[in-house]
């Protein structure tokens, strides 16, 4: 009797065999289809909108949201990951001029917004290295500026890169006017006035270090706090010392009181010289003609002479009918990361931070390159107050404008 075969199995193999290969097919399908539903590239940024950093954080906020409505009007950026070019929407965070309020505005962004990439705040000790460790933690890229190379090197950040000037070299071009300076002009008795934070402290360093080398010495040398709002002591001692020239390092409200009190109290030097306080357009808002002389420090220069910057400088009068020496070099950082998000060919944040440290970078800020711990270098600028406008003193090849020296309060 021939053996029967059981066809039970065979059938039920048979049945299920085109259900797995649908199954299969659907999962791996799956993740193409989802990446294919990518309607637009969400950046965030913590910046300080309110606080005593806050004229500078809406020149920044204008930046960036120039920057990204540039890109959007050319069609957005072509990712390879999705096929198409893909609009990008800026979501800020106001961190209020507050480390931790900075911090949790990046984790909210990272957890609640889900944005794929992020451009930094302003300022290392209030914004950017809160923002750093916050986007370490997560895991998140943090394309940022405004920060001191030594103390973001001190943290070896992975998911973070810098674009900013070197210190040292900011620090040198104050001397550097002063020798343009025909000799018997020049400051004789030169003050120090550095915010006390790390980034004040640091500045203050470098300053003395390089007045030696310069052949200055400075009378008078002290920090000052936060938020004082009483600056008469450091007057006080200026006026005792025939101080003639200042160098101050401070947040702009800071800035601001201090150059009131010192017409107040008479106090008359020829060369007023701030970091971080005095180039914001609010800067000149708030003193008129007492800003006149001053000047600033600054990250770019609508005269220099790169694609675009002039036309980013008209653009940002047009809107606020002040200037700026700031907005072009965060538009350029805003350049270069657009441009590593096209050449990553995805937005997952190790291999656009990657494309960064790997490509030279066309912006309004001239050619940048990073080195291998993910820093970039921009020329550190000096301009002056002059008629609402900063005058682009530094760098000298750059410049067809000739430094003034402040006469007195009463003659000006």
């Not at 065999?17 to 649908?22: K, Q, S, T």
């Not at 020149?59 to 069609?75: F, H, L, M, S």
């Not at 006017?177 to 915010?195: G, T």
């Amino acid at each position: 009797m021939p053996k029967r075969i059981n066809t039970r199995g065979n059938r039920t193999f048979f049945c299920l065999a085109p259900l797995c290969f649908l199954l299969a097919l659907v999962w791996a399908v799956q993740p193409v289809e989802a990446k294919k539903e990518k309607k637009e590239i969400l950046i965030g940024t913590n910046l300080p909108l309110t606080g005593i950093l806050a004229g500078a954080g809406i020149e920044q906020r204008w930046a960036y949201q120039t920057a990204v409505d540039d890109v959007n009007k050319a069609g957005g950026i072509f990712v390879k990951e999705y096929g198409k070019k893909l609009p990008v929407r800026l979501i800020v965070a106001d961190d209020e001029s507050d480390p931790g309020k900075a911090a949790a505005g990046v984790e909210r962004l990272i957890k609640q917004k889900k944005v794929d990439l992020l451009l930094g705040g302003f300022a290392a000790p209030f914004g950017v290295i809160p923002g750093c460790i916050t986007a370490e933690k997560y895991r998140r890229y943090y394309h940022t500026s405004i920060c001191l190379i030594p103390p973001w090197l001190e943290h070896h950040f992975k998911w973070s890169t810098l674009y900013f000037f070197d210190l040292e070299q900011a620090c040198s071009v104050p001397y550097e006017i002063w020798n343009s300076i025909p000799k018997n002009e020049r400051p004789q008795k030169p003050a120090l006035i550095m915010e006390d934070t790390f980034d004040g402290r640091a500045f203050a360093g470098l300053f003395r270090n390089l007045a030696k080398k310069y052949g200055y010495k400075f009378v008078l040398d002290e920090p000052w706090a936060v938020g004082a709002k009483d600056y008469s002591a450091q007057i006080i001692k200026a006026k005792s010392l025939g101080v003639d020239s200042i160098l101050i390092f401070g947040a702009d409200t800071d800035v601001i009181i201090f150059v009131r009190q010192m017409k107040e109290s008479n106090l008359n030097v020829k060369y007023f010289h701030g970091w971080k306080g005095t180039w914001a357009g609010e800067f000149w808002k708030a003193l008129g003609k007492d800003a006149q002389y001053i000047l600033c420090d600054g990250f770019w220069s609508m005269d220099f002479p790169f694609p675009g910057a002039r036309e980013i400088g008209e653009r940002y009068h047009d809107h606020f009918k002040k200037y700026s020496v700031s907005v072009g070099g965060i538009y350029a950082l805003c350049q270069i990361l657009w441009q590593a998000i096209e050449k990553a060919g995805t937005l997952d944040s190790a291999k656009v931070r990657q494309a960064v440290l790997d490509n030279e970078f066309e912006t309004v800020n001239g050619k940048v390159k990073y080195d291998k711990d993910g820093v970039a270098i921009f020329t550190s600028t000096a301009s002056q107050w002059w008629n609402g406008k900063q005058m682009t003193v530094y760098p000298f090849k750059w410049s067809e404008y000739k430094i003034k020296l402040a006469p007195p309060w009463n003659k000006r």
